[in-house]
Nanobody, 118 residues
Framework: QVQLVESGGGLVQAGESLRLSCAAS????????MGWYRQAPGKQRELVAT???????RYGESVEGRFTISGDNTKNTVYLQMNSLKPEDTAVYYC????????????WGQGTQVTVSS
């Protein structure tokens, strides 16, 4: 059974930093792509950052330059370092592990709340 467990969310003030973690069991990060997505109230889920198994990172336009995704295969954990947080970063953040080549699959975590006050 695959489980992705996010942690590290919380309430911070604008300009501060947070680091989210996503620990996986039942699936290895190695060889898969990993990602962070977020969903604010009344909005669709959007891409925050992804990291391929080869180490290529991609970021959403609104977080480029402020957020950094990284992975530790030895701990089977993916991180999202969030700096210079803004109130518009407030959302539930979800971790995803996925494979785009056959056989494809995707797994999601339960989400962690990030709230940034102005």
């Amino acid at each position: 059974q695959v489980q992705l467990v996010e942690s590290g969310g919380g309430l911070v003030q604008a300009g501060e930093s947070l680091r989210l973690s996503c620990a996986a069991s039942g699936v290895r990060f190695s060889g898969n792509a990993m990602g962070w997505y977020r969903q604010a109230p009344g909005k669709q889920r959007e891409l925050v950052a992804t990291l391929t198994s080869g180490g290529t990172a991609r970021y959403g336009e609104s977080v480029e330059g402020r957020f950094t995704i990284s992975g530790d295969n030895t701990k089977n954990t993916v991180y999202l370092q969030m700096n210079s947080l803004k109130p518009e970063d407030t959302a539930v953040y979800y971790c995803r592990v996925f494979r785009t080549m056959t056989p494809t699959y995707t797994y999601w975590g339960q989400g962690t709340q990030v709230t940034v006050s102005s």
